[in-house]
Nanobody, 124 residues
Framework: QLQLVESGGGLVQAGDSLRLSCTTS????????IAWFRQAPGKEREFVAV????????AYADSTKGRFTISRDNDKNTVYLQMHSLHPEDTAVYYC?????????????????WGQGTQVTVSS
C-alpha cells in the first residue's frame, strides 16, 4: 500500500506563489508516475500536472501550463508542485496521485493511490 501525504497548501493572494509537496511513508515513490489533481467545490476533479518516475517527463493542463511546474526529488522521496501567478480560480483541494503505469496519464481513474489533499485558497 502506498500512502501519499500532501502539504504546503494555504491562503494566498492573487499573483502569489505556493509550493506543494507530496511524499509517502514506507514505500518509495521513485518507481511511480505522480500526478497532481485538484477539485473545487461543486466541480469534478481535474488534472493539473504529471511527472514520470525517472526520466522526468512531464505534462500539464492547459490552465496551468507556464504557471505551474512539477518536479521530483527521488532522494527525498518527494514530488513538488510549484505554483506561480495564482488566480482565484486556482482555489481547490489539491491531491497527489500515483500510478505504476509507465505512461503520462491525465484521467483520475488511472491512478490507484491518492493522498488526502491540501487546501489552496487564492483570494482576489
Amino acid at each position: 500500500q502506498l500512502q501519499l501525504v500532501e502539504s504546503g497548501g494555504g491562503l494566498v493572494q492573487a499573483g502569489d506563489s505556493l509550493r506543494l509537496s507530496c511524499t509517502t511513508s514506507g514505500r518509495t515513490l521513485n518507481y511511480n508516475h505522480i500526478a497532481w489533481f485538484r477539485q473545487a467545490p461543486g466541480k469534478e476533479r481535474e488534472f493539473v500536472a504529471v511527472i514520470s518516475d525517472t526520466t522526468r517527463r512531464s505534462a500539464y493542463a492547459d490552465s496551468t501550463k507556464g504557471r505551474f511546474t512539477i518536479s521530483r526529488d527521488n532522494d527525498k522521496n518527494t514530488v513538488y508542485l510549484q505554483m506561480h501567478s495564482l488566480h482565484p480560480e486556482d482555489t481547490a483541494v489539491y491531491y497527489c496521485a500515483a500510478t505504476s503505469q509507465q505512461v503520462l496519464l491525465t484521467g483520475p481513474t488511472s491512478y490507484k493511490y491518492w493522498g488526502q489533499g491540501t487546501q489552496v485558497t487564492v483570494s482576489s
